[in-house]
């Protein structure tokens, strides 16, 4: 019912930025929450960000915060992930997920849907 695409796959040296987008689709109204994982491999895919669509109240995770800013764009249908101050330990998968829910933004199984990823590389 809802479509994500990621984009933005991109290098960074560390200190630099990136931007992600992830352009949503479909019946984008049953969506109460999106937000970013990533992921690297042979690990479980962590929680970045989420935003609230109704208000745009945010959540980071620890590591995270004070240097990614999630925002959505609702006209265009597009959620953003701003990278700064990037770290080489920031490389990952990163992915798009929508929830349904409302509850555990943070939690994998709390998403409905996801995008097929996008690479962050962060070098030294």
């Known amino acids: 019912q809802v479509q994500l695409a990621e984009s933005g796959r991109g290098l960074a040296q560390a200190g630099e930025s990136l931007n992600l987008s992830c352009a949503a689709s479909?019946?984008?109204?049953?969506?109460?929450?999106m937000g970013w994982f990533r992921q690297t491999p042979g690990n479980e895919r962590e929680f970045v960000a989420a935003?609230?669509?109704?208000?745009?109240?945010?959540y980071y995770a620890d590591a995270v915060k004070g240097r990614f800013t999630i925002s959505r764009d609702s006209t265009k249908g597009t959620l953003y992930l701003q990278m700064n101050s990037l770290i080489p330990e920031d490389t990952a998968r990163y992915y798009c997920?929508?929830?349904?829910?409302?509850?555990?933004?943070?939690?994998?199984?709390?998403?409905?849907?996801w995008g097929q990823g996008t690479q962050v590389t962060v070098s030294n």
């Open positions: 935003i609230r669509n109704f208000d745009e109240r945010t």
């Open positions: 479909g019946r984008t109204y049953i969506i109460n929450i």
């Open positions: 997920a929508a929830s349904k829910g409302l509850i555990n933004y943070s939690e994998t199984y709390e998403y409905d849907y």
